[in-house]
Each structure stands twice: as C-alpha cells, then as structure tokens.
C-alpha cells in the first residue's frame, strides 16, 4: 500500500495561465475525491469518481475546472484561466467502500498552488 | 448536512488525556460520526468512526452520548505528535458524497 500520492507538490503560475495536477489513488480504491482547502479553512469537497464516472461535483467546481478519471485509476484536475482566488492547496482522497470501514478515505498530500 | 460546533482550539500536557467535543444536534438516524484530523502540511487522516456504539481503535476512542447529539473523542496519552486540527463529521452510513468538513479543532500539546 503505497498511499494516495499527487503530483506536482507545489505549483507556481501566472493569472490566466492553465494548470493541471494528476492524483494516483490507493490501488483498488474505485472512488476518488478532490478537495480545495484555502489557509484556516477546512477542506471544501469539489468532486467526486465512482470508477471513471463523475457523480457528484460542488458548485464550487466553476466551469474553469474540469476533473477527468479516464481508465477508473488516476484522475486529473484542471483549472483554464486561474485567478488568484483559485490559490489553494488541492487534495485527493481515495476509498473502496467496506462494511467494516464504510466509506473510510484516505488523502494525498496536496498540491499547493499559487496564482501570481 | 448535519451541522456541527467544536472547540476552535484546545490545549492540553503531553501524556496526558485529551476530550475533544464535538456537537451534532441536527444529525439524522442512520448518519456514522466520523473524525478525521490534519496534521500540520499534511492531508487530512482518518481517526476512527461510530454509529451508537462507543468504539475504540489503536489511535482513540469515540464515546457518542446516548441522543447521538454530541461525541467526544479521546486521545488516552497525547503526544507531541497528537498536535493537528481534529474534525467531526457526520455522514450517511452508505455515504459515498464528499466529506464535510468544517473548522475543527487545533489541538495544541504543550511538553
């Protein structure tokens, strides 16, 4: 068990440029979570994969963010155009639903990004 | 979304034990009470979850009141490493919506 793990760790861009981060979940999770968390905040959920289905996203997911989870694996988030507001550290979390556990998920550790 | 109220800090000694409270007035029947906590940099972490039950695992115990109203974790011996922000979540049992978290609670340990 190798861990949720997210790559790049940190990410540094201009306003207005594009980004993309990329999250590998646990091995034989089939959901697959994103979460914003912005300084003193709790985390705040943004999506969420059942296998390669997105079932569920927040109205927090503006229509500059797009997440994609092609072969039911990885999963990858884009943000087109950042604003500054959009600085923020990006979670993932991966799960497989158990009777013992539920929906126990476990996280990455983020990608934190910063908009100039 | 049941809706939660915890602490916004607590502060405890080291090797001592640690009751961190979390309100949950509104949450329904069926709905788990989960803690997660946050390490500083770091994701959140599962700590343990319970429906009526008290439970306990390796990490903590969670005693939830009999009108399921309120719970609070205990760490038995905290450590230094004990030190995080530590969130209460209620969720639906077959849950498999995003977590809710709210502000949580900054436990710092003093050595």
């Known amino acids: 068990d190798t861990g949720v793990s997210q790559d790049p760790r940190h990410k540094i861009t201009k306003r207005g440029q594009n980004v993309t981060f990329r999250c590998d979940p646990i091995s034989e999770h089939n959901r697959l979570y994103w979460y914003r968390q912005t300084l003193g905040q709790g985390p705040e959920f943004l999506t969420y994969f059942q296998n390669e289905a997105q079932l569920e996203k927040s109205r927090l997911l503006s229509d500059r963010f797009s997440a994609e989870r092609p072969k039911g694996s990885f999963s990858t988030l884009e943000i087109q155009r950042t604003e500054q507001g959009d600085s923020a550290m990006y979670l993932c979390?991966?799960?497989?639903?158990?009777?013992?556990?539920?929906?126990?998920?476990?996280f990455g550790p983020g990608t934190r990004l910063t908009v100039l | 979304d049941a809706k939660t109220t915890q602490p916004n800090s607590m502060e405890s000694n080291e090797e001592e034990p640690v009751h961190l409270p979390c309100n949950h007035s509104?949450?329904?029947?069926?709905?788990?009470i989960h803690w997660y906590r946050q390490l500083p940099s770091q994701g959140p972490e599962y700590v343990i979850h319970g429906l009526t039950s008290n439970v306990n695992n390796r990490m903590a115990s969670l005693a939830i009141a009999e009108d399921r109203k309120s719970s609070t974790l205990i760490l038995h011996r905290a450590t230094l490493r004990d030190a995080a922000v530590y969130y209460c979540i209620p969720r639906s049992g077959g849950g498999a919506d995003g977590l809710t978290f709210g502000k949580g609670t900054h436990l710092i340990i003093q050595p």
């Open positions: 509104t949450i329904s029947g069926t709905d788990y």
């Open positions: 979390a991966s799960s497989r639903w158990t009777r013992a556990g539920g929906d126990t998920q476990y």
